[in-house]
């Protein structure tokens, strides 16, 4: 253990995906100095040790979905008492689909410093190499377990206009994609992302209703990160010149300058500002 201080603290540790090689200097350091290293799986903990020729300094212990609910007192406790607790999952980040963030809660909740080194992200990773645009998206994680859950959240995101971004487990994939077929089009772009940074990494770019047929008729092994483009955007039906000069007359009687009104008129319905000026000009 190393020296105490008066309060630990929690450290989260972005951990590689899959390739031990792109594991942070700052991931090293913590797992060496740490006091407590509680981790989803320890034997992934040990194997990733063990690739990065480094001996885990403090205490191990598991911290996954089916204990983290009694262990995160004990943890919290820790901290308290002045320990540092490291805490890893088996890739990417943890809190993001993974545990951590009951953890988190915790520890902030009774005022200890929660402090970050970051790492790889299985989200960011799959919208990097999609080819999707990702200056704007949305994570959801892993869908609904059922049928019915799962179609239901997808008739909700349908017409969701910002690229997502799915977990799946193999077994799931192909009835996910069927889903996502019929809920946003067969044709809408997406890219499935199996074993990142592993040695079988593959990205398959196609629309949805062709990855549907391929995980369906194929046997998808390893982790998989589905990204997904958005709905197409659609401009608002353009209104006759009338309705645009009553618009921008509306505005103007509300207070705002001539200008302003045109410009807010001509963002509201995807026009060209030069246009409504002169529309309302003529």
Do not use: Q
Not at 27 to 34: F, G, N
């Amino acid at each position: 253990m190393g020296e105490m201080s008066e309060v630990g603290r929690l450290i989260l540790l972005g951990a590689p995906l899959g390739n031990p090689a792109d594991a942070s200097a700052r991931l090293r350091e913590v797992l060496i100095s740490a006091d407590v290293v509680a981790a989803e799986d320890t034997r992934r903990l040990t194997r990733l040790a063990r690739d990065l020729d480094l001996t885990v300094g403090g205490r191990i212990v598991s911290y996954f979905e089916g204990n983290e609910e009694r262990r995160t007192p004990e943890l919290v406790e820790a901290i308290l008492g002045g320990y540092v607790v490291a805490l890893v999952t088996d890739g990417g980040m943890p809190s993001v689909s993974d545990p951590g963030y009951r953890l988190v809660r915790a520890t902030l909740e009774v005022g200890a410093p929660v402090t970050v080194a970051p790492g790889p992200s299985a989200v960011t990773t799959a919208l990097a190499v999609s080819g999707l645009p990702c200056d704007r998206f949305c994570f959801e994680g892993f869908l609904p377990r059922t049928p019915s859950g799962r179609r239901s959240r997808l008739r909700a995101l349908a017409a969701e206009e910002r690229t997502l971004v799915f977990f799946e487990a193999p077994h799931r994939i192909g009835a996910t994609l069927t889903d996502l077929a019929d809920a946003f089009g067969a044709d809408r772009p997406a890219a499935l992302c199996r074993e990142l940074t592993k040695t079988y990494e593959e990205v398959l770019r196609r629309p949805l209703g062709e990855l549907a047929r391929w995980a369906t008729e194929g046997d998808p092994r390893g982790e998989i990160t589905l990204v997904v483009a958005g709905a197409p955007v659609t401009a608002p039906e353009r209104p006759d010149d009338d309705t645009l000069r009553a618009a921008v007359a509306e505005r103007e009687a509300a207070g705002r300058s001539r200008r302003d009104a045109i410009t807010d008129v001509a963002t509201e319905y995807a026009l060209r500002r030069r246009d409504v000026y002169t529309i309302v000009h003529s």
